[in-house]
């Protein structure tokens, strides 16, 4: 048998089952290195780069140990913001297929408390939830996590970085002692090294290698002049013409400013950083995602942990001071199988940062000249995003939204891209020529009722 696969695990047919029909083939190797000891009740430190699986690799643990009929919270997942958190609901809701009335609820900030009080009194299985709004429930004491048997640290850098450090102790303060606690971090920093003997016990580091073979991503350094930087970012869009283009800025003064020039030339750029409101960044990760934006202009901290897929270009506007962040950045470029693109441009006080990358990276940087640069043009993005005020709560579903603009709108299913839905807007990806013309003809209407809707302005 083959060892990476999934039935070499003690898991129910019914739980294999699940995981083989989301398409999961074999284990990916963050999840071959963790799950045995997981599922052995383990704690266990483990690092690997974002798209690694790391998901499932706790997931699964979780779900196995999971008692349905005994209504308590059983497992905590901390997460460092509220759309890695959905993301992790959702993966989780995938692989609890196979048991019934699983129930994940997720507790972030940015809503209501109310209704996740009530949701609480319901009861849930499983919380996934930010530390800070955890902290605020455990303060009004709307939240028992005295019956945690597992606790995962998802991204536990990030929360650190984010000024979590003080809330996620509080939170451990109340949970049992006896319990399994699983700490993913994409870095291993000092912080989460120094507390790690009082987090877990006796945990398995796991360290899957985040260096990319050369052959995985085609990585291409310039030198550039410091002065002329955000020109450089808008000669090499137009140069190689990436459809998605994922930009890092090393500040965040940096990523507003260049989302500025570069829109500014007509290219349809957005800034993603560290303090956006919840609903801005919903909107622009969700633009992003579905096409209609070229460029997403972020910082290290704004982007980690992302599930962005299918982008053509990762492009280093400043040199990554960290030489593990480098490597990150450029993990992401690549469609599939396909071989990834990386672009970094370097200015002349930049080229220590670029020594210790090569380093890291145990081969050395590959130079060329800006003078192959042509203007090729970049062509305005696929899809344009359209605003819909109702959603969710307004029981809206996808399945209207699709039939809404394949029916009444005169659209065939591919000139519909992504459809997003929160509770009170939804979004979708239509096909950037034929959009006008479909919402004249849909006037408004989803399942005979009338919503406010609107393309969203470059
Ligand atoms: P990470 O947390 O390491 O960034 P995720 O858990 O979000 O990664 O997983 C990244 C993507 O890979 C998700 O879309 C997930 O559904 C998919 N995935 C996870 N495990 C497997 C697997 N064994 N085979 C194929 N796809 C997988
Ligand atoms: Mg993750």
Redesign the pocket.
């Known amino acids: 048998m083959n060892t990476s696969s999934f039935s070499a695990l003690p898991l129910s047919p019914a739980f294999l089952d699940t995981i083989a029909s989301l398409g999961y083939a074999s284990m990916t190797p963050i999840q071959a290195a963790c799950l045995p000891a997981v599922l052995d009740g383990r704690d266990l430190i483990a690092q690997a780069k974002t798209g690694s699986g790391?998901?499932a690799a706790f997931g699964i643990g979780v779900l196995n140990k999971l008692n349905p009929r005994f209504f308590a919270i059983q497992a905590l997942v901390l997460c460092p913001t509220r759309e890695?958190a959905d993301q992790?609901a959702k993966e989780l809701r995938r692989l609890a297929r196979f048991a019934d009335n699983v129930k994940i609820l997720t507790l972030c900030g940015g809503v209501a408390m109310g209704p996740q009080i009530g949701s609480l009194e319901h009861g849930a299985h499983i919380i996934v939830g930010t530390p800070g709004r955890l902290r605020d429930h455990l303060g009004r004491r709307t939240l028992d996590l005295s019956h945690v048997e597992t606790l995962v640290l998802?991204?536990a850098d990030r929360m650190v970085d984010m000024g979590f450090f003080e809330d996620i102790e509080n939170i451990m303060r109340a949970l049992p002692r006896k319990r399994q606690t699983l700490l993913f971090s994409a870095t291993y920093p000092d912080t989460i090294r120094q507390h790690a003997g009082t987090f877990l016990r006796n945990p398995l580091e796991i360290k899957i290698e985040a260096r990319h073979g050369n052959e995985k991503i085609e990585q291409r350094f310039y030198m550039i002049e410091a002065e002329a930087r955000n020109q450089a970012v808008i000669d090499v869009l137009n140069h190689f013409t990436p459809e998605s283009t994922l930009a890092f800025c090393n500040t965040k003064i940096h990523c507003r400013e260049l989302t500025e020039a570069l829109q500014a030339r007509g290219i349809s750029a957005l800034a993603l950083y560290g303090d956006l409101e919840q609903r801005d960044r919903d909107e622009i990760l969700v633009r992003f995602a579905n096409r209609s934006a070229s460029v997403l202009v972020a910082t290290d901290v704004a982007a980690r942990?992302l599930d962005i897929h299918s982008l053509d270009l990762v492009l280093n506007v400043d040199v990554a001071r960290d030489q593990e962040v480098h490597v990150h950045r450029i993990g992401r470029s690549g469609r599939g199988d396909e071989k990834g693109l990386a672009v970094t441009l370097c200015a002349d006080a930049d080229k220590k940062w670029v020594k210790l990358i090569e380093a890291y990276q145990e081969s050395p940087a590959h130079w060329y000249e800006r003078s192959e640069w042509r203007s090729n043009g970049l062509p305005k993005p696929p899809m344009v995003t359209l605003i819909i005020h109702g959603g969710r709560k307004d029981k809206l579903r996808p399945g209207d939204i699709v039939g809404a603009f394949t029916n009444d709108g005169g659209l065939n299913g591919d000139q519909v891209g992504k459809i997003n839905v929160f509770d009170h807007v939804s979004f979708v990806g239509l096909e950037r020529s034929v959009a006008n013309k479909t919402l004249l003809r849909l006037d408004g209407r989803i399942k005979g009722r009338q919503f406010k809707m609107r393309l969203i302005e470059e």
């Open positions: 790391k998901t890695l992790v998802d991204e942990g």
